[in-house]
């Protein structure tokens, strides 16, 4: 097989050797209709901004299967649904987050909404391959395969990816983690991506408030929401810490 794509841009050669031009030439031909139909597509999805489920749905029928399987959530909901979920609050909170003071200090990261919502759409599509305990060994590569064959650039995917790869609010609001571990962790991250630590929390807080709160009783126990519409993680005193320790760091390295 390694030969054979070695060797496949000289056609000529191959068909030669194995006497079947017609077969070669027409597999050629549709490899290459394949590659353009992609190509479009992606195109369409990032001229247009459509990340949604079923936009995604319509172009790839794999993705489809997946969004139709359980979520292992007591809600009862589908990976799909609760995906759409997510999606109709992240529209609702992304106006209450400086999205575009971040891409001012980070221009490699280019327009993040039409970014976070394509990250959004593939969150959780791990949890219809495995245990929902493993959901980020199988979602992560699945994101990333997405992400590159959508247009992303390499430091835009790198940002989904370490968004995704944990869950570390998450944890620290349900008691698993403190905030200075969560803070060091996330802190870290930033730094790795050429991000301003408050620029990366914010971030991942706005991918917490639009997942977390898409589920009706963590909504109720874990927000409030102010007079504009934003939705405000409740008084902690771990969440209190890490604004703290956040609102404190001049974004420099370490020792």
Known sequence: ASNFKNNFGSLDQCTEALG???????AQAKIHANLQAKAVIAAKLQKEGKFDISEIEQHYPYLKILFQRDAQVSEGYSVGEHTQ????????????????????????LGDIKPLFKAMLVLHDIGKSLG???????????????????????????RLAKELVNQDDLGEMMQGHKKANRVYQGLRD?????????????????????????????????????????????RKDPQWSKLQNLIHDDKGEDQE
Do not use: C
């Open 20 to 26: 079947h031009t017609d077969f070669l030439k027409e």
């Open 85 to 108: 979920r997510v999606l109709n609050q992240f529209e609702h909170q992304n106006t209450h987050f400086p999205l575009k003071d971040i891409e001012k200090n980070s221009p490699q």
């Open 189 to 233: 991250k930033a730094m790795m991506l050429g991000m301003k630590p408050k620029d990366f929390v914010d971030l991942q807080e706005l991918f917490y408030v639009s997942d977390a709160s898409s589920y009706p009783n963590l909504h109720s126990r874990i927000f409030t929401q102010d007079e504009h519409g934003k939705l405000n993680i």
């Open 131 to 157: 245990n929902k305990k493993h959901q980020h060994a199988f979602t992560v590569p699945i994101l990333v395969h997405y992400l590159e064959e959508w247009g992303f650039n390499p430091a835009q995917v």
